[in-house]
């Protein structure tokens, strides 16, 4: 399984962009990059996935490099409601066992 | 379309007791899985159902158990409460077997003590 990491805390203002990057060296050729956001007492909300290249949605952007070791996820002009942990998971599909969800990225939003 | 309904939201029971948290996932999803989440150990998974039958299970001992209805709802039993499992149960519901895109309920805070 491909180790994540990811910084465990991070700072923003409201308006700007926050890129959060996930490092998995050891990556496998069928894993794929999934990005879940939490907030207090809730369940995990599904962000985005990707394999390679860029993916964007209405909600965020995924840039994955050629070489895939790492991955950054974009949020365009936050605000304060981003306020959440946002988790890196790096894992093949077909097995929901190897969804590990590690300690995730604090993000704060500040006025 | 609605998301997925756990039920009960809280739950309060003693050590000792058995408890039994109920899933409803989005309508179309055959898929549901189960996670724990405290603070010490963060978001493990419990198990997966798919047609009714477990497919992935996690690394908890055989107190947690659940199962999956024919409409795709699940449930999940924990028998003989420790205070150790008092955390935020999660259900996660997919349209695939073991994919990685699932959506989550609200959670069911069981407080055992």
């Known amino acids: 399984l491909a180790k994540t990491t990811q910084p465990i805390s991070m700072d923003s203002y409201e308006g700007q962009e926050v890129n959060i990057t996930c490092s998995h060296n050891n990556i496998a050729t069928n894993d794929y990059i999934t990005w879940y956001q939490q907030f207090p007492s809730q369940g995990p909300r599904f962000i985005i996935q990707?394999?390679?290249t860029k993916v964007t949605n209405e909600v965020a952007s995924l840039f994955i490099p050629a070489d895939r070791k790492s991955s950054t996820l974009s949020l365009p002009r936050v605000s304060l409601s981003d306020t959440a942990v946002y988790y890196c998971l790096v894992g093949p599909p077909g097995n929901t066992g190897k969804l590990i969800f590690g300690q995730g990225t604090t993000l704060q939003v500040k006025p | 379309k609605a998301g997925v309904t756990q039920t009960p939201r809280y739950l309060i029971k003693t050590r000792g007791q058995q408890v039994t948290l109920s899933c409803s996932p989005i309508?179309?999803?055959?898929?549901v899985s189960w996670y724990q989440q405290t603070p010490g150990q963060g978001l493990q998974f419990l198990f997966e159902?798919?047609?009714?039958?477990?497919?992935n299970k996690g690394n908890f001992p055989g107190r947690f158990s659940g199962r999956q209805f024919s409409n795709s709802r699940s449930e999940m039993n924990v028998s003989t409460l420790e205070l150790g499992d008092s955390a935020l149960y999660l259900c996660a519901s997919s349209s695939q077997l073991g994919s990685y895109e699932q959506y989550f309920g609200p959670g069911t805070r069981l407080t055992v003590t």
């Open positions: 990707g394999y390679k």
């Open positions: 159902y798919f047609s009714e039958t477990q497919r």
């Open positions: 309508s179309g999803h055959r898929s």
